[in-house]
């Protein structure tokens, strides 16, 4: 899961709760990220503006300068991925801060270990479009195994049948298939495949999943299968004999 | 500038029949009185005619008396009783008295009035009478310029004042005092039930004459009545899950408090935390959402939605959740079954639906997904083996918080799930409802179909 890294990420967290902030601080520190923490909105621009940092992670409601307002001017600046925090949980909300350009949106409250998958999503997803935009390591017609994929149709055939997969579909399954054997989070696939934070009653990335599962089936493809792994996201991997 | 016609109910049209007809008749009014009124006016008053017709009778006694020299004495006599000119003349409009008329005279002598003609108002000179004998015409007659106290019309400004000026004006006022009867009554009662309102009287209503109206107004009233009672049944509905939802809170309260008290050791103090915090939360989120909805304004934003697609997830999820095997979760519809709707609402829908359903099974009971295709519209249901609810809770068991006899608190479900189904379906334009199957439990689903 974790991409060839040397220096352990810089993450900026601004939090007004004590007890909250100190813990988040402790526990990302623990999972190996450099954590910076400061109690005002305002602060947190500044140190912003002052040292690059990998990732922001923001309260909503802060003292002073609320997070929104620190997101707009992070947005007018610089390109630091921002994942925002609140206990309003509105869904108004959400789209809000989405709009301003947060990156994420984890509703308090929230677990560390689903916080650290979010950050991870964010952090990854930021290194792959890093590492692909010089080159696509992709020719027009790849055959693998025995899945053909089209880059530029954007589909995938099997025994010369065309599956006819959507755009988002086929860059799912693109993505599974270069990651295969390896279990995908939700919000990393949301990150990567749609460009968007993932939560909890959101269905559109299982929809495509069963898509792809039946377009897949009616062309005939068995030899690799994309399951669900309860609780923590997708693999795509080789078929089990009894299944 | 007309759109449209106003309706055949409308208040323009007592506007307009009103205010015409007010306009038609103050004119008419004005006008036929003002003629009226002038005409009056022009003749000589009865008094006036009395006088000067005696005046002739006593001419003709003189002239019978003393002819020339009678006359004389006569008009000697009168000159001191009217300051105007007297005179007496024949037939051949000579004077019969001695003194010869002079020119000036003669000549206003052709401009004779009868006694019962209409004076002109506008003539500027004073008028002067021609009133024959009485006894015989032939004789002569009594020329006199009208005395000044007999002039007609002397009080006609103050009839015009009061026929083009005060009645109308009582009739206008009379007019406004009809329109305002009319329009702003109704509007302060409106008032009223606004200020009511304020006041948080919820039970104060409109009175029939106004909903009953059928013009704008009436409209107005009727949208105002309904406004009232949404209002009144949502600040109850508020009010309901509020206390339902404190009520519901204290039950992992009292038990955290328990386990805070009871428990020595700490492993399974954490787990039990880990339990209720996530009960908790559940609950917390659930009501928000059910409150979400009902409040939400906003139209969701609609995308085809093929429900197998759904099923197959959802079916994934239960079986991940309650353990069953996979072929007890079945679904007859098929790949052709597509529905407009908004995803993530209409899972949650299906996904408390199939929950409920999963919890209410024997061991070995199986859920089924049918549906058919109505038009424009999918039905779908979901049929339980669980043994169904009394016809009377069938509605029931759609409100928020409850849960029916039998089942245990805290077995997972807060009474919310059915309550937030029905209305993720609402918020679509969809529908919800629930029958016996004769087995178990059928909740019936209405959902708009994909335009083909």
Same mark, same amino acid.
């Given at each position: 899961m974790t991409p060839e890294r040397i220096a352990p990420?810089?993450?900026?967290?601004?939090?007004?709760?004590? *007890?909250?902030?100190?813990?988040v601080h402790e526990q990302l520190d623990r999972c190996g990220f450099r954590v910076t923490w400061c109690q005002s909105g305002l602060e947190g621009l500044k140190l912003a503006r002052r040292q690059p940092f990998d990732l922001v992670l923001m309260d909503i409601l802060l003292p002073g300068m609320s997070g929104l307002e620190v997101l707009l001017h992070l947005r007018g600046e610089q390109t630091t991925p921002v994942i925002m925090m609140s206990a309003l949980g509105a869904e108004a909300d959400r789209i809000s801060g989405f709009r301003n350009g947060a990156d994420d949106?984890?509703?308090?409250?929230?677990?560390?270990?689903?916080?650290? *998958?979010?950050?991870?999503?964010?952090?990854?997803?930021?290194?792959?479009?890093?590492?692909?935009?010089?080159?696509?390591?992709?020719?027009?017609?790849?055959?693998?195994?025995?899945?053909?994929?089209?880059?530029?149709?954007?589909? *995938?055939?099997?025994?010369?049948?065309?599956?006819?997969?959507?755009?988002? &579909?086929?860059?799912?399954? &693109?993505?599974?298939?270069r990651n295969a054997e390896e279990v995908l989070s939700k919000p990393f696939l949301y990150q990567q495949v749609l460009q968007r934070g993932y939560s909890r009653h959101d269905r559109s990335l299982d929809m495509h999943v069963s898509q792809i599962r039946r377009k897949l089936k009616a062309i005939g493809y *068995?030899?690799?299968?994309?399951?669900?792994?309860?609780?923590?996201?997708?693999?795509l991997t080789m078929a089990d004999a009894d299944v | 500038m007309f759109k449209q016609l106003p309706g055949k109910t409308s208040v323009f049209w007592?506007?307009?029949?009103?205010?015409?007809?007010?306009?038609? %008749? !103050?004119? #008419?009014?004005? #006008?036929?009185?003002?003629?009226? @009124?002038?005409?009056?006016?022009?003749?000589?008053?009865?008094?006036a005619r009395q006088v000067l017709s005696g005046y002739a009778a006593q001419a003709e006694q003189a002239w019978e008396a003393g002819q020339s020299a009678g006359i004389d004495a006569w008009l000697q006599? !009168?000159?001191?009783?009217?300051?105007? #000119?007297?005179? @007496?003349?024949?037939?051949? /409009?000579?004077?019969?008295g001695s003194l010869p008329l002079n020119q000036a005279q003669s000549q206003r002598l052709?401009?004779?009035?009868?006694?019962?003609?209409?004076?002109?108002?506008?003539s500027k000179g004073v008028p002067w009478l021609k009133i024959p004998f009485p006894k015989d015409a032939s004789l002569g007659s009594l020329v006199i310029e009208l005395p000044e106290r007999f002039t007609p019309g002397r009080y006609l400004w103050l009839w015009q004042l009061l026929t083009i000026g005060l009645i109308p004006a009582l009739l206008s006022l009379l007019f406004c005092a009809g329109l305002y009867r009319l329009l702003i009554v109704p509007l302060n009662q409106l008032? +009223?039930?606004?200020? =009511?309102?304020?006041?948080?009287? #919820?039970?104060?209503? /409109?009175?029939?004459?106004?909903?009953?109206?059928?013009?704008?107004?009436? +409209?107005?009233?009727?949208?105002? +009545?309904? !406004?009232?009672?949404?209002?009144?049944?949502?600040?109850? @509905?508020q009010q309901q899950l509020l206390r339902d939802l404190s009520h519901e809170l204290r039950t992992p309260l009292s038990r955290l408090r328990v386990a805070w008290e009871g428990e020595q050791t700490l492993e399974p103090l954490r787990q039990r935390l880990g339990r209720e915090i996530d009960g908790m939360q559940r609950l917390v989120d659930d009501t928000l959402q059910l409150a979400w909805l009902d409040t939400e304004r906003e139209r969701l934003p609609l995308e085809d939605i093929q429900i197998v697609a759904l099923w197959e997830i959802l079916a994934e999820n239960a079986c991940f959740e309650s353990g069953w095997l996979p072929s007890r979760l079945t679904c007859s519809l098929d790949a052709g079954c597509w529905v407009r709707g908004h995803l993530n609402t209409l899972a949650q829908a299906l996904e408390n639906l199939l929950r409920n359903a999963v919890r209410h099974s024997p061991s070995d009971g199986q859920v089924h997904l049918g549906g058919r295709r109505d038009g424009e519209q999918w039905l779908l249901w979901l049929d339980d083996q669980g043994g169904g609810v009394a016809a009377d809770e069938?509605?029931?068991?759609?409100?928020?918080?409850?849960?029916?006899?039998?089942?245990?608190?805290?077995?997972?479900?807060?009474?919310?799930? %059915?309550?937030?189904?029905?209305?993720?379906?609402?918020?679509?334009?969809?529908?919800?409802? =629930? +029958?016996?199957?004769?087995?178990?439990?059928?909740?019936? !689903?209405?959902?708009?179909?994909?335009?083909?």
């Open positions: 990420p810089n993450i900026l967290a601004i939090e007004d709760d004590p *007890v909250l902030g100190a813990y949106y984890l509703p308090k409250p929230f677990s560390v270990a689903e916080l650290q *998958v979010r950050i991870e999503a964010v952090l990854r997803r930021v290194a792959l479009e890093r590492r692909h935009m010089p080159a696509v390591p992709i020719p027009t017609q790849t055959t693998q195994g025995t899945l053909t994929f089209d880059e530029l149709a954007g589909d *995938v055939s099997f025994d010369w049948q065309h599956a006819e997969l959507t755009r988002s &579909e086929y860059r799912l399954l &693109e993505i599974l298939w *068995v030899e690799r299968q994309l399951r669900t792994v309860w609780g923590k996201g997708y693999v | 007592k506007l307009a029949f009103l205010l015409v007809g007010f306009c038609l %008749l !103050m004119i #008419w009014l004005s #006008w036929s009185w003002g003629r009226y @009124v002038l005409l009056q006016n022009a003749y000589l008053s009865k008094e006599q !009168m000159g001191q009783r009217e300051s105007g #000119w007297i005179g @007496v003349i024949g037939q051949d /409009l000579q004077s019969l052709t401009f004779l009035r009868g006694l019962d003609w209409p004076t002109s108002q506008r008032r +009223e039930q606004a200020n =009511a309102l304020r006041a948080d009287q #919820w039970d104060n209503h /409109l009175p029939q004459q106004i909903t009953r109206r059928q013009d704008e107004l009436g +409209e107005l009233g009727r949208a105002f +009545e309904h !406004m009232t009672r949404r209002l009144q049944s949502s600040v109850a @509905v069938l509605e029931r068991i759609f409100a928020p918080f409850t849960r029916l006899e039998g089942s245990r608190p805290g077995d997972g479900g807060f009474g919310l799930g %059915l309550s937030i189904a029905r209305h993720s379906l609402l918020a679509q334009g969809g529908d919800m409802w =629930a +029958e016996n199957n004769g087995a178990g439990l059928r909740v019936n !689903m209405r959902l708009t179909a994909r335009q083909d």
